[in-house]
């Protein structure tokens, strides 16, 4: 059985860091990402880490903030959340992809995803 696990959200002020993480577990995958959804919007896109060769994406508006990052031996993938802003005030989520695919910023590219973990920013 494939589960993805994460942990790590909670509260924080403006500028303050966060790391999140995602235990996986039941099956090796190609990639995974990392997703998030405010109130009243859709799942974004934020991050994502190809297992392979260990390229790494991000959404414009993380660029310099946030680190994605691996541990192999633990399975686990982790974001680096740092200056963090009232507006990454969102749910997040864990995603793995069994096999390549050029839509990675896209959340219907994903095959299996994690339960979520809230991230909230005060100002």
């Known amino acids: 059985q494939v589960q993805l696990v994460e942990s790590g959200g909670g509260l924080v002020q403006a500028g303050g860091s966060l790391r999140l993480s995602c235990v996986a577990s039941?099956?090796?995958?190609?990639?995974m990402g990392w997703f998030r959804q405010a109130p009243g919007k859709e799942r974004e896109f934020v991050a994502y880490f190809d297992w392979n060769f260990g390229g790494t994406s991000y959404t414009e508006s993380v660029k310099g903030r946030f680190t994605i990052s691996r541990d192999s031996a633990k399975n686990t993938v982790y974001l680096q959340m740092n200056k963090l802003k009232p507006e990454d005030t969102a749910v997040y989520y864990c995603?793995?992809?069994?096999?390549?695919?050029?839509?990675?910023?896209?959340?219907?590219?994903?095959?299996?995803w994690g339960q979520g973990t809230q991230v909230a920013v005060s100002s």
């Open positions: 995603a793995a992809v069994r096999y390549f695919t050029p839509s990675y910023y896209s959340s219907g590219a994903y095959d299996y």
């Open positions: 039941g099956r090796t995958f190609y990639a």
